[in-house]
């Protein structure tokens, strides 16, 4: 059965740092893994979507990697802004199932 | 281009009562789903379906209904509501998951069984 990580929990880091949100998985047979941005009480934003062929996708400020020999994703943010603070969640695509990560909830102080 | 609707954005029941969660999309299509979001539970996959009149469980189906006869709509029927059901109800769609494609998210719909 396939097992999505998210480490840490929460994270809280001071605005203007550079940060890296972990995601990690058992099994590494997956068509494709999307990261996910949700602010409390309010839907899903898809942030980056990569597919199992890729190594990485980047849109403005975020970065985010996908390494599946080791059943590991990373979701990279520079120059952290308040604005960014929410709930960070990762999703793997595999037999017509979308698993979740638990989610990291990142607080971006002013 | 509305992309995922969902209907009611909230809704109480009591112990016992039915009702129909309401999924619509405009964008064709094939993948639709259910999750339910829960405290430190996450997000989890209760009924799929990739394509009209198919539909397969998730992780958590038991206590829910589903059936897709349009591409547009699928609706989430919860036959008789229990307070273990209290939760926030998340459509999605996307064209086939096999095929790599983005998932596309509902606004929810929060539940509450007293």
């Known amino acids: 059965k396939q097992e999505v990580t998210q480490i840490p929990a929460a994270l809280s880091v001071p605005e203007g740092e550079n940060l890296v949100l972990n995601c990690s998985f058992t099994?590494?047979?997956?068509?494709?893994l999307q990261w996910f941005r949700q602010d409390p009480g309010k839907g899903l934003t898809s942030l980056l979507l990569?597919?199992?062929?890729?190594r990485e996708q980047t849109s403005g400020r975020l970065n985010a990697s996908l390494d599946k020999s080791s059943g590991r994703s990373t979701l990279y943010i520079a120059a952290s802004q308040p604005g960014d603070s929410a709930t960070y969640l990762c999703?793997?695509?595999?037999?017509?199932?979308?698993?979740f990560g638990k989610g990291t909830r990142l607080h971006i102080l002013p | 281009n509305a992309g995922v609707t969902q209907t009611p954005k909230f809704q109480v029941l009591k112990t016992g009562q039915s009702m129909t969660l309401q999924c619509a999309q405009d964008?064709?299509?094939?993948?639709m789903s259910w999750y339910r979001q829960d405290p430190g539970m996450g997000l989890r996959l209760i009924h799929y379906?990739?394509?009209?009149?198919?539909?397969d469980q998730g992780e958590v189906p038991n206590g829910y209904n589903v059936s897709r006869s349009t591409t547009e709509d699928f609706p989430l029927r919860l036959l008789s509501a229990a307070p273990s059901q209290t939760s926030v109800y998340f459509c999605?769609?996307?064209?086939?998951?096999?095929?790599?494609?983005?998932?596309?998210f509902g606004p929810g719909t929060r539940l509450t069984v007293t």
């Open positions: 964008m064709n299509h094939e993948y």
């Open positions: 990569i597919q199992s062929s890729q």
């Open positions: 379906s990739v394509g009209a009149g198919i539909t």
């Open positions: 999703a793997l695509n595999r037999d017509d199932k979308i698993i």
């Open positions: 099994d590494s047979a997956i068509y494709n």
């Open positions: 999605a769609s996307s064209r086939k998951p096999g095929q790599g494609e983005m998932q596309y």
